[in-house]
């Protein structure tokens, strides 16, 4: 219930979701091999973010289902989930991933040569304001997982890259549930809660947009323009 204590036992403090629930549905799904599973190792043992796990599952089926040619990303971190789309994909896609923190690119330029992605994944360096501002192609899956601050500010943007029946996923949009209870809100995240709210009604009210908010993982919203 919205009013549980969310430094309880009762709810995790990093997902939307009740723990039990979340658990449940986590061990629904297979674990990775290989590769991803390797990047996951990493991700744990150096704290880095990747998609947690029903979101990355989420991820395969948009592509599984969607087919895109392009995908944008925002946020590559160590390539994780650019790695797992273009998987999905069976190499169909091409992505393009934009990152402004040098160890991380260092870092996903590796793993994307070292795993073998180099034709099929390329990183932009910079902040997404800067280099969205100057891309010109269009896309079909649009995967916002950067700046959680300036969602509101991305997305004038992913519209105008956005190809006729694409899709934006956005993820993180509960933000440990702060976005929907003032008072989970706390004080210094107070700026990228309201921001949060904002793209969410953006894309809520907008009436030729539609969009599902989703309360898996951290919270994913999943825009696409009216297609009827
Ligand atoms: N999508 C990745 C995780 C990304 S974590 C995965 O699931 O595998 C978010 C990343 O966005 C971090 O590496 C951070 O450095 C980067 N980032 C945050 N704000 C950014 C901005 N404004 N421009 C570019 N990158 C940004
Ligand atoms: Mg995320």
């Not at 402004?100 to 795993?115: C, G, L, P, Q, S």
């Not at 956005?162 to 899709?167: E, P």
Request: one cysteine or more.
């Amino acid at each position: 219930d919205a009013s549980c204590d969310w430094s309880s036992d009762v709810c995790s403090s990093d997902l939307v979701t009740f723990d039990y629930m979340e658990k449940y549905l986590r061990g629904l799904i297979p674990d990775h091999q290989g590769m991803l599973k390797e990047l996951e190792e990493y991700s744990i043992d150096n704290k880095v973010p990747i998609v947690q796990k029903e979101t990355g599952r989420f991820l395969e089926l948009m592509v599984d289902l969607t087919k895109p040619k392009r995908i944008l990303e925002l946020g590559t971190a160590i390539g994780y989930s650019s790695i797992l789309m273009s998987v999905a994909s069976k190499r169909n896609s091409k992505i393009t991933t934009i990152e402004r923190d040098k160890e991380m690119v260092e870092k996903a330029t590796v793993n994307i040569h070292k795993y073998g992605f180099e034709d099929d994944i390329e990183i932009l360096e910079g902040d997404c304001l800067e280099i969205i501002e100057s891309i010109e192609d269009k896309f079909d899956i649009i995967f916002m997982d950067a700046g959680k601050g300036h969602y509101n500010h991305f997305l004038p943007h992913c519209l105008r890259l956005l190809n006729k029946d694409g899709i934006i996923i956005a993820d993180n949009v509960l933000f440990r549930g702060m976005v929907p209870s003032d008072e989970l809100v706390k004080r210094r995240k107070i700026t990228i809660v309201k921001r949060m709210r904002t793209y969410l009604e953006l894309v809520s009210k907008d009436e030729e947009l539609i969009t599902s908010v989703i309360p898996m993982g951290d919270g994913i919203a999943v825009t696409k323009r009216r297609g009827i």
